[in-house]
């Protein structure tokens, strides 16, 4: 396998419970102009990105779409409600139309990728060295069984993506954990004398770090990340980040790509990054992922594991127009997200005050702190007398307990009516619709 530029081919309850935070946060001179003052949009989502229909949703077959009764509306998994860019439509209808679904050929790839992070994060990676991987999860697996003894340990950053616990361990990998360090204001920081101290552990092979982090929304600083950088150079571990998110960085935050830091030459050999189109353009199902590396030796490791790395030959078509030619739509899904995160702000307060909140700083994912309200699983709550689905904090790990993950990826309309639904969970009152807002689907819809 070839460079894709190449010519070959339940944490302790705290004292003191965050305020739900509505604040608009400072956007910095880097981030303004990223998308229009003003926005064409139809029924409050920028024209761009669809209108959100729930009757259109509800045609939808994806796993988001399909695993609940139709009564339910869905905020759990990673995938947003936005109807797709017109170039990655364009770009599959053609292969399609052309017969052209063999198996792929990264071909581009890299330079697509690497006109993205220029423009984005003011960062050129070599396209020889960015490889095309089946998803993001998978490319991570494949190169720590590659690179790391069965048995070692892997550190993570719960509360975390909770594939890093099962996929870790499916691969013979002993998960050790390193939690987020949670301030009495809803923040969460990287503890980076826990990531010191896990991986001085016997037995600890690698560091994976989630960056921007899934859930809390967190995009960590070039100072944060020159600290890991620091802590794995000396304790001579691999490095694993996982950059997903990283196209969906907020107004008021900058995603820093951790090869773009100046880093030591013996950690870049063994250091990985991952992306991905899938998040910021909304195509996890076409399964396309990006590894990125800065060094040979690391290059020659991922080539190795070629055959287990082949990704989805219409995902690699969408994910090259959408880097290339979609960056309108992202910033609009941007621009929305943006919206989304405040307005949720003003609906927590209205209808679940007692629920924490801190904005995201990237994507589409809310991570809410309800351990004030009366319900040992809020989750199950929402979902058994609200008819929402949200992810339970406990898949996050257990300092997830008390907590959901909610999917704000939607129309600021179907936001408002799952979060009144939730309300009327939380208080035990009728989650049946109010006046104006989003009906509740039929059960034949």
């Known amino acids: 396998m070839a460079g894709v530029g190449g010519a070959s081919g339940r944490g302790k309850r705290q004292a003191k419970r965050p305020a739900v935070c509505g604040g608009e946060p ?22 761009v990105l669809g209108n959100c229909s729930l009757a259109a949703l509800r045609r939808r077959r994806s796993w988001k779409w399909t695993e609940y009764p139709p009564d339910v509306i869905p905020a759990w998994v990673a995938e947003m409600d936005f109807d797709l860019a017109e170039p990655i439509k364009d770009a599959v209808r053609e292969a399609i139309t052309a017969g052209d679904c063999g198996y792929p050929h990264p071909l581009g790839l890299g330079e ?44 993570i950053n719960p509360p975390v993506y909770p594939p890093f616990f099962f996929r870790l361990r499916l691969a013979g990998r002993e998960v050790v954990a390193a939690p987020l360090r949670r301030d009495a204001g809803g923040r969460y920081h990287l503890d980076l004398d826990a990531v010191d101290a896990a991986l001085a552990r016997d037995g600890v092979a690698a560091y994976l770090l989630c960056s921007p982090h899934n859930p809390t929304g967190r995009v960590w600083s070039r100072d944060d990340l020159l600290a890991v950088a620091g802590i794995c150079a000396r304790r001579g571990v ?8 990283a196209p969906l960085a907020l107004p008021g935050a900058r995603h820093v790509p951790f090869l773009s830091l100046d880093i030591d030459g013996d950690l870049a050999r063994r250091t990985f990054t991952f992306t991905s189109a899938s998040k910021g353009w909304n195509i996890p199902g076409l399964k396309c992922g990006l590894a990125v ?3 040979a030796q690391a290059a020659a490791a991922l080539e190795r594991r070629w055959e287990a790395l082949l990704a989805s030959h219409l995902g690699v078509l969408a994910t090259a127009a959408a880097f290339t030619d979609c960056v309108p739509w992202l910033d609009a899904a941007c621009g929305q997200l943006d919206e989304n995160r405040m307005l949720l702000a003003k609906l927590l307060a209205q209808h679940l005050p007692a629920v924490g909140y801190l904005p995201p700083e990237a994507s589409f994912l809310a991570w809410l702190d309800c351990r004030e309200l009366d319900a040992t699983d809020p989750a ?26 909610l999917n704000i990826g939607t129309s600021p309309d179907l936001l408002a009516e799952i979060v009144r639904r939730m309300g009327a969970a939380a208080g035990d009152a009728s989650p049946g619709p109010a006046a104006g807002s989003v009906p509740a689907p039929a059960a034949t819809e």
């Not at 981030?31 to 024209?47: A, E, H, L, Y």
């Open 26 to 47: 400072s956007v910095p001179a880097e981030c303004k102009g990223r998308r229009p003052r003003s926005r064409d949009t139809v029924g409050n989502v920028d024209r």
């Open 112 to 155: 697509a990728y690497a006109g993205f992070a220029r423009q984005r994060f003011g960062w050129a990676p070599d396209p020889g060295r960015v490889f095309a991987a089946p998803d993001v999860m998978t490319g991570i697996v494949e190169v720590l069984q590659e690179v790391t003894p069965y048995g070692s340990g892997v550190v």
């Open 238 to 245: 691999v490095l694993v980040v996982d950059e997903i998110h």
């Open 293 to 295: 590396v800065a060094d």
């Open 380 to 405: 199950a709550r929402f979902l058994g007398r609200g008819r929402v689905a949200v992810t339970p904090g406990q898949d996050f790990g257990e300092q997830g307990d008390g907590f959901v993950r």
